[in-house]
T-cell receptor, first 113, second 113 residues
Framework: TQLLEQSPQFLSIQEGENLTVYCNSS?????LQWYRQEPGEGPVLLVT?????EVKKLKRLTFQFGDARKDSSLHITAAQPGDTGLYLC?????????????FGKGTLLTVNP | DADVTQTPRNRITKTGKRIMLECSQT?????MYWYRQDPGLGLRLIYY???????NKGEISDGYSVSRQAQAKFSLSLESAIPNQTALYFC????????????FGPGTRLTVT
């Protein structure tokens, strides 16, 4: 059973469109992070959310942590080809091991010019 | 200069060979990790180290060993490589407190023939 389910698994859109990707769990997380991984590179941290209901913005990217801290979403406005990549969510479980982040399998986003 | 570096970036080796992947970091973090990434399986933790004297197995440590030579260096060895160890390997670091945000290296693409 995957602890963090990401959807959709694949998404292909045209430049200028808006999109939302999701990260869901039945477990509570004390914090949740989003990473973007470009081909041939390692994941790069985009944001960390720690409070239920928290919303953070990073230019055209909006991240939200669910009120119950079991889910998160990433919304991209007016997507650009540079947004192409694998988006990973990862979380630190409440009461879980103090060493381990749980990673989702990711959403592979392609933004076509 | 990159904060987390990995060598080699690409490696092709034969079944049964011993291979070492190396990781160095300049972030000053105590915690270092080795992950492998496979299509459809996401990132899986192989080993992690809290400091030079504290090394622990992750989810999939069989067939792998590690060495923490210094705070800044953490190497991963495949004692006798097999084809199903073909994958992308990432080293990561994190601080010891807070939300364990991971800082990844650029990865090593390993192919075992």
């Amino acid at each position: 059973t995957q602890l963090l389910e990401q959807s959709p698994q694949f998404l292909s859109i045209q430049e200028g469109e808006n999109l939302t990707v999701y990260c869901n769990s039945s477990s509570v997380f004390s914090s949740l992070q989003w990473y973007r991984q470009e081909p041939g590179e390692g994941p790069v941290l985009l944001v960390t959310v720690v409070t239920g209901g928290e919303v953070k913005k990073l230019k055209r990217l909006t991240f939200q942590f669910g009120d119950a801290r079991k889910d998160s979403s990433l919304h991209i406005t007016a997507a650009q080809p540079g947004d192409t990549g694998l988006y990973l969510c990862a979380g630190k479980r409440s009461g879980g091991s103090n060493y381990k982040l749980t990673f989702g399998k990711g959403t592979l986003l392609t933004v076509n010019p | 200069d990159a904060d987390v570096t990995q060598t080699p970036r690409n490696r092709i080796t034969k079944t049964g060979k011993r291979i070492m992947l190396e990781c160095s970091q300049t972030k000053g973090h105590d915690r270092m990790y080795w992950y492998r990434q496979d299509p459809g399986l996401g990132l899986r933790l192989i080993y992690y180290s809290f400091d030079v004297k504290d090394i622990n197995k992750g989810e999939i440590s069989d067939g792998y060993s590690v060495s923490r030579q210094a705070q800044a260096k953490f190497s991963l060895s495949l004692e006798s490589a097999i084809p199903n160890q073909t994958a992308l390997y990432f080293c990561a670091t994190s601080s010891r407190t807070g939300t364990y945000e991971q800082y990844f290296g650029p990865g090593t693409r390993l192919t075992v023939t």
